[in-house]
């Protein structure tokens, strides 16, 4: 069982790692790059039949070279076993298509066709939620999104999923396609390993992935003299072994159109405040009236 | 019932040092072994009083289980002992060197979480390589049967799994124990009940103050009137750069006297005795408690049933030789001899009799001896009958009983060396209390120290403390919340106290139609999972799912 993760690296939103200019614009070069925080989920989905089904998982993404980092991370949090980089000039500035494009012929470049493909559900930059469906409809394969669990059966070649009904946590449909398929991993999916060989075999890639990762990130060191594209379960394609014509794939292939953007209003510095005395009785009554509006009385 | 469960030759459950040694023979004898730790590592749900013994009569030691043990997993090798029977100030010291290094290999200071998580990878290490392997945060449950039979385990995280032997080292709250009927939670008089608290020492600090070298250790045990007339002593250990410094109370006296174990610790702590070790500074690193089981009562003289055999404090096997307390040593010698049985059974066809063999092992190696001495049966049940220990008590205190002390000199230190005298000793407040307060009060001085150090009160210690609280599933159930069926939890819980109202339990009064209804209330937040309260009230207690719960980090 083959099961290719596809991932972005996103800015890191957490509080004390973004950083801003004056105009309120986001500082790329300042701000750390991380895996999309909903990656983890198609990892964990993918991890998950990995475990229970055996076989591997691919990490895929396609970036600047800065992703190798994030791609490392994959390994190292989510034990993904081989990294694939789609890198270079050309393909800087794709919009979701463009990338679907680019990603899927990655895809279908691969020695091992996948029997599975996962993607998070939309990224914590750009929120479409696009790219992964419409890498889906590149590779023409069954598509499953909002999924929160699943069962494959390697025999009959199926998978059996939960889904949530529009992302409504209220509403679960079970469903069933035929492999390959293509998984959207619901932020709401949870692996579950309910056998101890299970959970043991997850010990051991826990274990086995770290020291790889660790491996990999001696490639990645400032100070070193190692090329990353020779590490074994590396491997880093350009457009043209992607075969790929530029005018179809970055800027040049992206339909989209920005028509432009609005600044996010800033949240005023100051606000003007009056010191009411709990205790002043005529003061504490015209606070009431002031809200009594807000609240719907008299 | 499916027949499609998983299936391994053996499972331990625990992997306390009892089921590491179990684990560990088992492997060596490459039976696929899987071992089941509810904790978040092995080692955070245990607390010991921290020494380990190495018995030379013992057929297995830690150490020769687990080779490089002393270095990686233990602290300080204790080499000194000593007990101080404690009058007020007055203190008259005995040294017990003989009885502690009477059939001591060697005696390790240890803590629990550091020495657990050392020894679980190292079982995992090898139970993987015969097909299984160690998993934390997994509990275990109940018993899967077939029929009447015990076939497997269930538990909270995994399917149950079918199992030729299962090894329940699951500690004195044992939940296989009580399913298969070979222990219950009945009687107060069966336990032991500890506390301690860890204590951070400056770098030299304990080298300087108890005047050992870096790789040695002290011992101190403590008696007297420092706790009030409860049954049970006091006791210091020294550890790499820390002391663990506790108390042990047989639980019905904590629960008559309505003690509270925290303050019984803090009358220890506040001592002047104390004073020199502990410095100016006091910085408490954890807060813990534990049932200990009181192997002269409750040592199940057949621990198992079926294919399960008990192991360790599961089967009682916890010895109190005297002031000297060793039950870490009887877990391995158990663990490794039930997994010996295992072993024997099956290379002859017949893995069914594993549990018979294992009893045969622990009579023939010795070790039901040391746990239930027969010259404690006669002497021991017969002191410890009421009117029979009263007497005793009034003739020790008594002008002619003080003579005979005060005559016996320092000769007395003899006496308390002597492991026969020490194995046959009933356990009633004269060994405890009023013994040891006339031997100070007759032979000893008063101590010298200003100790001014400030225990922590019970709120930070709780609060110190790591939990992982598992909402909306309570792992304790007060079956019947009226105060006289469950309102010694409240002074006996190590976590709860009278008049404060942040612990597992309080007290209430409760008006209802212009009565007043007095009745006890839980809270399981602050549970340390000690059991206490599963004797001395009326509860359904089990423990939390795995992971869950209080987290020590010493141990």
Known sequence: ?298 | MTDDYEHYEAVVVGAGPGGAAAAATLARNGIETLVLERGVDAGSKNVSGGLLYAEESSPYTIDELFPGFRDEASDREVTEHYIHNVAGRDVKTFDLGDLHHHDTEWADSVLRRKMDSWLAREVHEMTRETGGGLLTEVRVNGLLREGAEIVGVTCDELDPIRADVIIAADGVNSELARDAGLMDWEEPEEWFQGVKAVVDMPEGAIEDRFNVDEDEGVAHLFSGDLFRNVRGGGFLYTNDQSLSIGTVFHLDSIADERAEPQQLLDNLLTHPLLADWLGDEYDELEYSAKLVPDSKKVAHPSPYRDRLLLVGDAAGQMQAQGPIIKGMNHAVTAGALAAEAFVDARSRGDTSAAGERYVAKLENEGVMDKLRPTRYKTLGKLGEVGPVASAMNAVTDSALGRAAISALGDRAESLFNSPFLMGMLPDTRMGYVTVPTVIAEELGAPVEGVNTIEPPELDDRIGDLTYDIDEGNPHIELRDNSFAASGTAVTACPVSAKDFGGGCYRDEYVGTNGSEEHVVSLDTQPCVECGTCAVVADTDWTHPRGGKGVEYEQG
């Open chain 1, 1 to 298: 069982m083959h099961s290719v993760v596809l991932t972005k690296g996103v800015p890191d939103f957490r509080e004390g790692q973004v950083s801003f200019d004056e105009d309120g614009h986001l500082e790329r070069g300042k701000t750390p790059t991380v895996m999309n925080p909903n990656d983890r989920h198609a990892l964990r989905a993918a991890l998950q039949t990995k475990v229970r089904n055996e076989g591997s998982v691919s990490l895929m993404s396609m970036g600047p070279p800065g992703y190798m980092e994030v791609l490392q991370e994959g390994m190292r949090d989510v034990y993904a076993d081989d990294l694939y980089l789609l890198s270079d000039r050309e393909m800087g500035a794709a919009d979701t298509w463009a990338t679907a494009m680019t990603v899927a012929t990655g895809i279908q470049k691969l020695d091992d066709p996948p029997d599975l493909v996962f993607a998070g559900f939309k990224t914590a930059d750009g929120e479409t939620g696009h790219t992964g469906p419409q890498t889906e409809w590149c590779l023409d394969m069954p598509l499953l999104t909002h999924v929160i669990s699943l069962d494959i059966d390697e025999a009959e070649e199926t998978l059996r999923a939960k889904r949530l009904v529009e992302g409504d946590v209220e509403e679960i449909e079970t469903v069933e396609a035929p492999l390959p398929a293509f998984v959207v991993a619901d932020p709401e999916f949870e692996p579950t390993y309910r056998r101890a060989d299970h959970r043991l075999k997850h010990k051991d890639l826990r274990e086995t992935t770290r020291d790889r990762a660790d491996e990999f990130g001696e490639y990645l060191d400032d100070d070193t003299d190692l090329d990353p594209t020779d590490w074994d379960r590396f491997t880093m394609w350009n457009h043209e072994a992607l075969n790929l014509d530029p005018d179809y794939i970055g800027l040049d292939g992206s339909p989209t159109i920005v028509a432009g953007v609005d600044p996010i209003p800033k949240a005023p510095s100051e606000r003007e405040a009056t010191v009411v005395d709990p205790d002043d009785d005529a003061a504490m009554e015209g606070v009431v009236e002031e809200l009594a509006p807000y609240a719907g009385g008299d």
